[in-house]
């Protein structure tokens, strides 16, 4: 079993910065890419940003574009997000993912943590 830690969410002014960590742990297994997802009240959950473990290429939602920055720390199996300009719409709960594989070559599990509250005030 993967368990990912999430930590550093909290209430922000517009255009302040927050850095949100994730943190996975469990049984041996290797990782093939992390991301960050949020979802608003009402609205379906969005991916947006995720790394590659191996080359580390990144993907970022259109409207988190220059203000976000994932990144990762392969020997802590960490993961980051740097969301710098926060907007009022950037109000949500942030889950971090991992899709992994416990065995070589085999199938890849995701796996979720427990989510962290972000709230931008005007």
């Known amino acids: 079993q993967v368990q990912l830690v999430e930590s550093g969410g909290g209430l922000v002014q517009a255009g302040g910065s927050l850095r949100l960590s994730c943190a996975a742990s469990?049984?041996?297994?290797?990782?093939?890419?992390m991301g960050w997802f949020r979802q608003a009240p009402g609205k379906d959950r969005e991916l947006v940003a995720r790394?590659?473990?191996?080359?580390?290429?990144?993907y970022y939602v259109d409207s988190v574009k220059g203000r976000f920055t994932i990144s990762r720390d392969n020997a802590k199996n960490t993961v980051y997000l740097q969301m710098s300009s926060l907007k009022n719409e950037d109000t949500a709960v942030y889950y971090c993912n991992a899709d992994v594989r416990t065995v070589l070559d085999g199938p890849i599990f995701r796996y979720w943590g427990q989510g962290t509250q972000v709230t931008v005030s005007s």
């Open positions: 790394i590659m473990w191996i080359g580390g290429s990144t």
């Open positions: 469990g049984l041996t297994f290797s990782i093939y890419k």
